[in-house]
């Protein structure tokens, strides 16, 4: 058994703030003043700069839908914004979603915790499904018994 998650809510909304970002520096960019009294002028390389501007905003904002988790007999895959690490079952104890956080936490030997982004409260059912079929290939790792 494999499970895979992504945030899904996030991603829509990221995906929306992203476009809505792109679009508001391009209407700027065509609004900026070619000439005015006081002497300002912006050329086609502002306009330019303004826009890549907007499209680096936007890029940066599409890097929060990076986080996925990926969890098999082997042990857990995670990535978060900016790192991805594996973990084998042998050094996860937990896999939770502590209450009033926004995802779910493994849980490693001495007391470490690492969040799993991918896994986010705002998605719900997934995020239990998702949460519910790591511990069950937690347990399996344990061999029978455990």
Same mark, same amino acid.
Request: net charge positive; proline share 5%.
């Given at each position: 058994? $494999?499970?895979?998650?992504?945030?899904?809510? #996030?991603?829509?909304?990221?995906?929306?703030?992203?476009?809505?970002?792109? %679009? $508001?520096?391009?209407?700027?960019?065509?609004?900026?003043?070619?000439?005015?009294?006081?002497? !300002?002028?912006?050329?086609?390389?502002? !306009? %330019?700069?303004?826009?890549?501007?907007? @499209?680096?905003?936007?890029?940066?904002?599409?890097?929060? $839908?990076?986080?996925?988790?990926?969890?098999?007999?082997?042990?857990?895959?995670?990535?978060?914004?900016?790192?991805?690490?594996?973990?084998?079952?042998?050094?996860? %104890?937990?896999?939770? @979603?502590?209450?009033?956080?926004?995802?779910? !936490? @493994?849980? #490693? !030997?001495?007391?470490?915790?690492?969040?799993?982004?991918? @896994?986010?409260?705002?998605?719900?059912?997934?995020?239990?499904?998702?949460?519910?079929?790591?511990?069950?290939?937690?347990?399996?790792?344990?061999?029978?018994?455990?």
């Amino acid at each position: 058994m $494999t499970v895979e998650a992504r945030p899904r809510r #996030l991603t829509l909304v990221c995906r929306g703030v992203a476009a809505l970002v792109v %679009v $508001t520096f391009g209407v700027l960019a065509l609004l900026l003043p070619r000439g005015s009294s006081n002497g !300002q002028v912006f050329g086609p390389a502002d !306009q %330019v700069g303004f826009f890549g501007i907007g @499209l680096l905003l936007a890029v940066g904002v599409l890097c929060l $839908t990076r986080p996925r988790v990926r969890a098999d007999g082997h042990g857990v895959w995670v990535r978060n914004v900016l790192g991805d690490r594996f973990f084998p079952w042998q050094v996860v %104890v937990g896999v939770h @979603l502590p209450d009033g956080a926004s995802w779910a !936490q @493994l849980e #490693l !030997q001495d007391d470490e915790t690492v969040a799993v982004l991918a @896994l986010q409260r705002s998605d719900q059912e997934p995020t239990v499904e998702a949460i519910l079929a790591m511990r069950t290939l937690l347990r399996a790792s344990r061999g029978p018994g455990a």
